[in-house]
């Protein structure tokens, strides 16, 4: 039998657009009356719609199932198949990390208020990083242009973070020398296998005392802002062990302020 498009769409339960669509892909070949170019579809045609709906159903693209619906041999279309659900298996490891970095973060942003001004131990990863500033000012350098661009690719697993060089290894010393440049711990870089090159420069892991501060968005960084993380070192007999870090948590814009919570690692 024959039937208009809108009957056989209802009949099949696809809307006219897409079978307008699949037409255009040549998966199905309504006859046509030349005097009115109306479309007329018949059984078979279900038959063919289904078919290709069978394959887009698993995610396999528009342009490959025309293909397949046009000419493939049995052997083929277990290959298309078998392709599909690899590519579904790695999407779906893809989320799965995802999903496991999103609960990292929604547990850090959690417990913001609770580290705010509060100084506690913590055991950090090693860590990648790369140098984009001079205090606030973006470094002009070609080396870093292909490697920034990787690495914002790679967001959410990198973070922006800033490091003020400890030369004197001293306590209460004014820090005048940071820079800020995205992050990648090392755990994430085996996952996301990360290429390396000179620009990157790796932070071994630490003990260090944290705490969570909040700063302006247009002061500059100075040890004024985390001194009571300095007294709290000297206080308990601790010694400095390397340069102090931090990352920026999230940016806060109200009405009538904008500013930084920031984490601040101070290695012991």
């Known amino acids: 039998m024959k039937y208009s498009i809108g009957e056989f769409a209802s009949m099949v339960g696809v809307t006219t657009d897409t079978l307008r669509l699949y037409e255009r892909h040549d998966i199905i070949r309504p006859l046509k009356n030349n005097q009115n170019n109306y479309r007329f579809f018949n059984d078979l045609d279900a038959r063919d719609l289904l078919m290709s709906r069978w394959y887009r159903s698993m995610q396999i693209p528009l342009h490959e199932v025309a293909s397949l619906m046009k000419e493939a041999s049995s052997n083929e279309i277990i290959d298309k198949v078998a392709e599909a659900r690899d590519q579904l298996e790695m999407e779906i490891k893809r989320s799965t990390m995802l999903l496991n970095k999103m609960n990292e973060i929604q547990a850090e942003l959690g417990q913001i208020r609770e580290s705010m001004y509060q100084c506690q131990i913590r055991k950090l990863p090693g860590r990648f990083r790369i140098r984009q500033t001079y205090k606030n000012d973006l470094l002009k350098k070609e080396e870093l242009k292909c490697v920034v661009q990787d690495w914002m690719e790679k967001l959410p697993y990198t973070y922006y973070s800033f490091k003020m060089e400890n030369k004197d290894q001293a306590i209460g010393y004014d820090v005048t020398d940071y820079s800020w440049g995205l992050?990648?711990?090392?755990?994430?870089?085996?996952?996301?296998?990360?290429?390396?090159?000179?620009?990157?420069?790796?932070?071994?892991?630490?003990t260090c005392i944290c705490a969570v501060i909040v700063r302006s968005q247009e002061e500059f960084i100075s040890s004024d802002s985390f001194q009571f993380m300095l007294d709290y070192v000297e206080e308990h007999?601790?010694?400095?062990?390397?340069?102090?870090?931090?990352?920026i948590l999230l940016n806060e814009k109200l009405s009538d302020h904008s500013r930084t919570y920031l984490e601040i690692y101070i290695p012991i």
């Open 183 to 206: 992050t990648l711990l090392e755990e994430d870089s085996v996952r996301l296998n990360v290429v390396m090159n000179d620009s990157v420069e790796y932070l071994p892991p630490a």
């Open 237 to 247: 007999g601790y010694s400095l062990a390397g340069d102090i870090t931090g990352k």
